[in-house]
């Protein structure tokens, strides 16, 4: 079972409407994935601002940045 992941961005975000859609066969297979608006919190805008789409392990707290490929996010989620 691959581990629940948050997926940092924003509404307008035309680079994190492209992550969502490269997440999205992965969710189909049983990815969990919250996405997470940093527009809610100040800090939250503060730490990834400049670096959305992010996607987080909530298990282990490791960040990919954008870019990314399903390839790399399978490899990020083994």
Known sequence: MPPECQLFGTLGCHLCE???????????????VELVDIADSESMFETYGLRIPA????DTGAELDWPFDTEQVVNFLG
Do not use: K, N, S
């Open 55 to 58: 996607l987080r392990r909530v």
């Open 18 to 32: 492209l992550a969502e859609a490269i997440l999205m066969p992965l969710v189909e297979h049983g990815l969990m």
